[in-house]
């Protein structure tokens, strides 16, 4: 997912001041700010938040640490290379061997770091700013199940422990615009996102400057019985009048860093009760973490012949 302007919606994504919720000692402007945080999210699925709680000098320091790593030689970045696996792509199916091939992958998302050497401290900034997005997310969870009306405003937090999020650091090279404008490539095709919310971090060539996108994902839209809105969204050129340089019409390197917030894989997820009425009856069966992450993982299979239904 890209900056701001990337996140695309039928309608303006709309900004919220987080400190109304964090720092006001005022209950009704906090819930006021929480009210105006779910309403986005039930209207739209994207919204930009600022005063989020990640303070500028620490984000300048997170794109600081991710450009050092991107800027690495080849032969020192693949001191940490991926695992051996399978390539990505997004896929789900409800046939039954399809499913036995699924629980048989070994899940090959695991933190693979530079040795110390290579790039000091690089490894204990990016664990304390892990947790630093894990405690921002949990109040703007805290923040949404306030202002859906929740009998237990903190229901959300006792599935979301952070131990289960994925925090990651991409770049973005230059590349000629005309590849982006014909589609000729893509930054990132159309899709939605599969866990609870995602905060996306930006440097400053995208978006609201020190501001975080954080969008619904699919989970957290069928944990509310679609109330909360997972959108379509891809990433493509940024708006703005200074996204080119030189005569070759190159975009200009960028670096965003995603959080991805999930429930942790034993949890429970159905419809709260507050989400379903007469008129509303819950459209899905309750799935354990665990095992929709299965059913939901970008996983391609080497196996020839096997097929699953795209998404």
Known sequence: MGALQEAKTSVSIPVIDFSKWTSSTSESERRAAANELADACHHVGFVSIVNHGVSPDLLEEAFGWSKRLFDLRTEEKMLAPHPDGPAVSQMVSSDLEVGERIRAVTDCKLN?????????GYRKFMVDFYWTCSQTSREILRAIGTGMGLQDPDFMLRFHSGHNNQLRLLPYPPIPAAQLESE?????PAHTEWGSITMLLQDDCGGLENALVMNIGDLLMRWSNDWLKSTLHRVTLPPA???????????RARYSIPYF?????????????????GGNPVKYEPVIQREYRLMRG???????????VAM
Request: net charge negative; glycine share 4%.
């Open 184 to 188: 000729a490539s893509a930054r990132m």
């Open 261 to 277: 917030v999930s429930p942790d894989l034993d949890s429970r997820i159905e419809c709260m009760p507050e989400c379903a009425t």
């Open 298 to 308: 970008k996983l391609q299979y080497p196996e020839k012949g096997l097929e699953a």
């Open 112 to 120: 693979v770091w530079l040795p110390e050497e290579v790039l000091p």
């Open 241 to 251: 009048d200074d996204r080119f340089t030189g005569v070759e019409r190159l975009t």
